[in-house]
């Protein structure tokens, strides 16, 4: 497990209001309309694990609404999105942190060095892996901006930081989903909680997209599937077979959607209530939240 960010936080101008005629080069920091983000399965240390992704996408009819139908569609989008002129064109005009964190998907932990991220729940820092994953690798520091609250590398030590406080399941889920468009938190208070919230929101909306496309989106809408009560964050997170499957790793992902459509001779083990996941994907602005 690389070594976490340590040292002074630091901040920097956020991304501008319209889009330039050049390209400009990435801000280091993103501020949200409120005060934020995860780690990975029993397997995974926080934020490792990628490969290359293949270039093109098995055709799917736009009537399709399968989980993985949807998930292909969302991954094609998100990929034009950040291969597109500048980080604030690829937010798509989206408020809230989720628009926010479109910007930073664009950008190039390897070339920009290390970010400052600004979310609902608190600040994480984002920076290069030692390693080939093309994603930012989310820090916070415990003992500066949570009361010295750590919360561990895991999704499956996010989820038990954010349990720790007594809340429900669907009452995190809440405050996780109106947080993802600046509201402020009305559970998720204490220290410990919040830095777990924060990394949850951030590996999973930034991070997770730069691996995966389309993986914010699968997770939004896992977050969706714990607040209507059809799986625990347990079932969502952790486990084997999580719902969301880049909680065990980002090839889980790739091979449960297959997403080149590739003939697979021992597909893996659906995650759990996997084909629910689409009805969860929201069909505001053109199937993208």
Same mark, same amino acid.
């Given at each position: 497990? !690389?070594? #976490?960010?340590?040292?002074? &936080?630091?901040?920097?101008? $956020?991304?501008? +209001?319209?889009?330039?005629?050049?390209?400009?080069?990435? !801000?280091? #920091?993103?501020?949200?309309? &409120?005060?934020?983000?995860? $780690?990975?399965? +029993?397997?995974?240390?926080?934020?490792?694990?990628s490969s290359s992704e293949p270039n093109k996408l098995a055709k799917t009819d736009l009537k399709d609404n399968?989980?993985?139908?949807?998930?292909?569609?969302?991954?094609?989008?998100?990929?034009?999105?950040?291969?597109?002129?500048?980080a604030v064109g690829s937010s798509d005009g989206r408020s809230g942190f989720v628009g926010s964190a479109q910007g930073f998907?664009?950008?190039?932990?390897?070339?920009?060095g290390k970010q400052r991220v600004d979310t609902p729940f608190?600040?994480?820092?984002?920076?290069?892996?030692?390693?080939?994953?093309?994603?930012f690798k989310i820090t916070t520091q415990a003992k500066k901006d949570y009361g010295n609250q750590p919360v561990?590398?895991?999704?499956?030590?996010?989820?038990?930081?954010?349990?720790?406080?007594g809340k429900s399941d669907k009452e995190i889920a809440t405050d996780l989903l109106n947080g993802l468009e600046g509201k402020d938190?009305?559970?998720?208070?204490?220290?410990?909680?919040?830095?777990?919230?924060a990394k949850l929101l951030a590996i999973m909306n930034v991070s997770e997209p730069m691996r995966v496309g389309g993986s914010g989106k699968a997770g939004r809408a896992t977050l969706r599937m714990v607040q209507s009560g059809e799986i625990s964050l347990e079932q969502a997170f952790t486990g084997k077979t999580p719902t969301f499957p880049m909680a065990d790793n980002p090839t889980y992902m790739r091979r449960t959607v297959n997403y080149?459509?590739?003939?697979?001779?021992?597909?893996?083990?659906?995650?759990?209530?996997?084909?629910?996941?689409?009805?969860?994907?929201?069909?505001?602005?053109?199937?993208e939240s």
């Amino acid at each position: 497990m !690389p070594k #976490s960010i340590g040292g002074s &936080s630091f901040k920097a101008p $956020s991304l501008p +209001k319209s889009p330039s005629s050049t390209t400009p080069k990435a !801000p280091n #920091s993103v501020s949200t309309p &409120s005060s934020s983000t995860a $780690s990975t399965s +029993k397997k995974r240390p926080l934020d490792e694990a990628s490969s290359s992704e293949p270039n093109k996408l098995a055709k799917t009819d736009l009537k399709d609404n399968t989980t993985e139908a949807r998930l292909k569609r969302a991954k094609l989008r998100e990929e034009r999105r950040q291969s597109s002129a500048d980080a604030v064109g690829s937010s798509d005009g989206r408020s809230g942190f989720v628009g926010s964190a479109q910007g930073f998907q664009k950008m190039n932990p390897k070339t920009d060095g290390k970010q400052r991220v600004d979310t609902p729940f608190g600040p994480v820092n984002a920076s290069k892996f030692p390693t080939q994953d093309p994603a930012f690798k989310i820090t916070t520091q415990a003992k500066k901006d949570y009361g010295n609250q750590p919360v561990g590398h895991k999704y499956s030590d996010l989820v038990t930081a954010l349990k720790a406080g007594g809340k429900s399941d669907k009452e995190i889920a809440t405050d996780l989903l109106n947080g993802l468009e600046g509201k402020d938190p009305q559970h998720l208070t204490d220290n410990k909680s919040k830095n777990a919230a924060a990394k949850l929101l951030a590996i999973m909306n930034v991070s997770e997209p730069m691996r995966v496309g389309g993986s914010g989106k699968a997770g939004r809408a896992t977050l969706r599937m714990v607040q209507s009560g059809e799986i625990s964050l347990e079932q969502a997170f952790t486990g084997k077979t999580p719902t969301f499957p880049m909680a065990d790793n980002p090839t889980y992902m790739r091979r449960t959607v297959n997403y080149d459509g590739t003939k697979q001779t021992k597909p893996p083990e659906k995650p759990t209530q996997f084909d629910k996941v689409g009805g969860y994907m929201s069909d505001s602005s053109g199937d993208e939240s």
